[in-house]
């Protein structure tokens, strides 16, 4: 059976590997030989590109691939009033391949956080504006503003007492999706790497050392998101992504959902949960007892990491495999992750993500009906 509301049964995360003439202009404007205006106009191009392509390949859910943005989370909260970028996070060593040391920069929060300006809207009436189906805009979970730094990456003076930062954090969030409603948005997507570093045995010892208690952080964390997205309007879906990192075919956590799924499933107001279960990294699908008979799944079971293209069989398979712990009318099908978390894009080539992303529309034909 089909489904005529987001997610749909074939979907994906968001980002797309940007075009090498896309990649060209960005290098120009950063070497100042052409103006904010000039990019904007090649974006718009690659842009209405992308979107023709994810139309003809079946897809009812359409980004703009993230092609304005260099991270999927800093361009964002960068224009959150109180946030300052800075610094590095550590990479985990265990993952492979190791990409010339790289890690991207951190955030700390300076001062109160406040929603001066509307942040994606603009994105979001230009892709509106070119669509046919379904637009789609992922944004950073609110989440990303406190978990890798903790107590000691909020400043003390602006706020002495976390249940006020959390309150402004929210607010922040509110004021932001409910410009991007206005707008006509009706598909909305968390991307949160946290809840899904807290299955992490590493990273849960890393929250313990900075005072946080990883048990709690999801609890936490369910109530921050819940305050941004209760009492929205009930023709906006709102998703939540979880993601293990994505950078350049690189990943950096690991672990099965068990020790977040039954606060996670339950507790986490969203419409629906946009899993990896691409690899080992991310266990069973056992956790997936947990999810109550009103949220959907989203199983992420082609990965966005490599080229090689998996078999329709295969991918079948892991859903029927799924269904052993939650009813197959509540599942539906996308990438692991995205193509291009960052500007700089996983290892594989264009041609083998228009060649997935068609995949997964067939096989979700195939095990739903069209």
């Keep these: 059976m089909s489904r005529i509301n987001p997610p749909f049964r074939a979907d994906h995360v968001g980002s797309l590997l940007r075009p090498a003439p896309l990649l060209a202009m960005r290098a120009r404007y950063h070497n100042g030989e052409i103006t904010q205006a000039e990019l904007r106009a090649?974006?718009?191009?690659?842009?209405?590109?992308?979107?023709?392509?994810?139309?003809?390949?079946?897809?009812?859910?359409?980004?703009?691939g993230e092609f304005r943005r260099t991270y999927f989370h800093l361009d964002f909260l960068e224009q959150v009033g109180g946030v300052t970028v800075s610094g590095a996070i550590a990479a985990n060593p265990d993952a492979k391949p190791a990409k010339n040391g790289f890690t991207p920069p951190r955030l700390t929060v300076t001062g109160k956080?406040?929603?001066?300006?509307?942040?994606?809207?603009?994105?979001?009436?230009y892709l509106k504006s070119v669509v046919n189906k379904t637009p789609k805009v992922s944004i950073p979970s609110p989440t990303m503003v406190h978990f890798r730094g903790g107590r000691a990456a909020v400043d003390i003076d602006a706020y002495p007492d976390m249940d006020e930062f959390f309150e402004d954090l929210a607010q922040v969030y509110r004021e932001e999706i409910q410009?991007?409603?206005?707008?006509?948005?009706?598909?909305?997507?968390l991307d949160d790497t946290n809840l899904a570093y807290l299955c992490d045995p590493k990273m849960r010892q890393g929250a313990l050392e900075r005072g946080d208690d990883p048990d709690e952080l999801p609890r936490t964390y369910a109530a921050l998101i819940n305050a941004v997205i209760d009492g929205r309007p009930p023709d906006l879906t709102i998703g939540v992504h979880l993601c293990r990192g994505n950078f350049r075919s690189t990943w950096f956590?690991?672990?099965?959902?068990?020790?977040?799924?039954e606060v996670l499933f339950n507790d986490l107001n969203v419409?629906?949960?946009f899993l990896e279960?691409?690899?080992?990294?991310?266990?069973?699908?056992?956790?997936l007892r947990f999810v109550p008979p009103n949220k959907t799944v989203v199983l992420g079971v082609v990965t966005s990491k490599t080229g090689d293209l998996e078999a329709k069989d295969f991918v079948i398979q892991r859903i029927k495999e799924a269904a052993n712990y939650m009813p197959l009318e509540n599942m539906c099908l996308s990438p692991q992750c995205g193509f291009s978390s960052t500007v700089h894009g996983?290892?594989?080539t264009e041609e083998a993500q228009w060649a997935k992303l068609e995949m997964i529309v067939n096989v979700a034909r195939d095990v739903w009906g069209d």
């Design 271 to 273: 419409d629906a949960f």
């Design 277 to 287: 279960y691409d690899d080992e990294r991310s266990g069973d699908f056992s956790p």
């Design 179 to 189: 410009a991007l409603y206005a707008a006509g948005c009706r598909y909305i997507q």
């Design 42 to 64: 090649a974006e718009d191009e690659a842009i209405r590109d992308a979107v023709r392509k994810e139309e003809a390949v079946g897809l009812q859910s359409i980004t703009d």
């Design 113 to 125: 956080l406040r929603h001066t300006k509307n942040i994606q809207v603009d994105d979001f009436l």
């Design 346 to 348: 996983n290892e594989l």
């Design 253 to 261: 956590a690991q672990g099965g959902y068990e020790p977040v799924a």
